[in-house]
């Protein structure tokens, strides 16, 4: 159901060992690009968010009611009990080492001590009117900050300040994809937006007929790997473009809704109890 590649290489995948609840209580994860597995789940037992790292070695554990954290590679994790809030759903680090954390609660965070402890501005509370709180948030390396809203008729907002004062965009999308070249990837169903480092203003848009994108891989090499689902059938594609989206070619069937680039340009996606690696 989700995968991340944390800083050092270490691949994890968080996924549903039930197949009627759509709970994550199940993780992986390989040190030696997914030929080999270990089952760490028994750690924890409460439904999985997701799993960050940060870029001193330190993890991030995201669970519906707790954040937890290991120093030791995830071969212990404790509970962090200052500041940081229920349900946390995206963290993300700034140029400078801060960490940042959103929440299904509308609640932004930021922590100066890798992890440690967190506060929160309350004033930076009364900037948002997401109703259902963030399903995403991204820092891209000019030190701009995106926050996505849970509700798709709500509008994204963006941050120069790291939360002191936030504005929304009058451009809608539903992922932020990470940013190579100076350029930032947007993406809202079968629109893919491409936008300047330093503005908001469109500087490119591509489109993949008849589906809806539920994840995109920007490679340094220019090349652009969608994954989507046919609108009609609901059957999984995997398209490709060398020419940042002008053209797509058929790659392969997916049944995945999600795929990373790790440091040394590989593509991973778990897709039929499988990961594919290219």
């Not at 994890?12 to 993780?27: A, E, F, G, Q, R």
């Not at 120093?71 to 963290?91: L, M």
């Not at 932004?108 to 948030?137: A, E, H, P």
């Amino acid at each position: 159901t989700k995968m991340n590649i944390i800083p050092g290489g270490r691949i994890y995948v968080l996924s549903s060992m039930d197949p009627i609840k759509s709970n994550t209580t199940h993780y992986c994860y390989s040190d030696d690009l997914g030929n080999t597995w270990v089952d760490d789940s028994a750690q924890v037992t409460r439904n999985i968010t997701n799993i960050w790292g940060s870029k001193r070695g330190t993890l991030l554990l995201g669970t519906d009611e707790y954040l937890y954290r290991s120093t030791d590679r995830g071969a212990s994790w404790s509970k962090v009990v200052n500041g940081a809030p229920p349900s946390p759903i995206a963290i993300a680090q700034a140029p400078n080492g801060d960490l940042y954390l959103a929440s299904s609660h509308a609640r932004l965070n930021w922590s100066t001590d890798d992890g440690r402890t967190w506060v929160s501005n309350s004033d930076t509370l009364y900037q948002f009117n997401f109703s259902n709180g963030f399903t995403d948030m991204k820092i891209a390396p000019n030190g701009r900050m995106f926050v996505l809203p849970a509700r798709e008729n709500e509008n994204p907002s963006v941050s120069d300040d790291f939360t002191k004062k936030f504005r929304p965009v009058t451009l809608r999308f539903s992922t932020i994809i990470d940013s190579v070249h100076n350029v930032f990837y947007f993406n809202d169903n079968s629109t893919i937006y491409k936008s300047k480092l330093d503005s908001l203003s469109i500087i490119d848009t591509c489109h993949i007929p008849n589906s809806t994108v539920s994840a995109l891989i920007s490679h340094p090499n220019g090349s652009l790997v969608a994954f989507s689902k046919d609108n009609t059938t609901g059957a999984g594609f995997i398209y490709r473009s060398i020419d940042f989206g002008k053209n797509w070619n058929f790659i392969g069937y997916t049944s995945s809704i999600c795929a990373a680039l790790d440091s040394a340009y590989n593509i991973y996606t778990p897709t039929g109890g499988y990961l594919l690696r290219s």
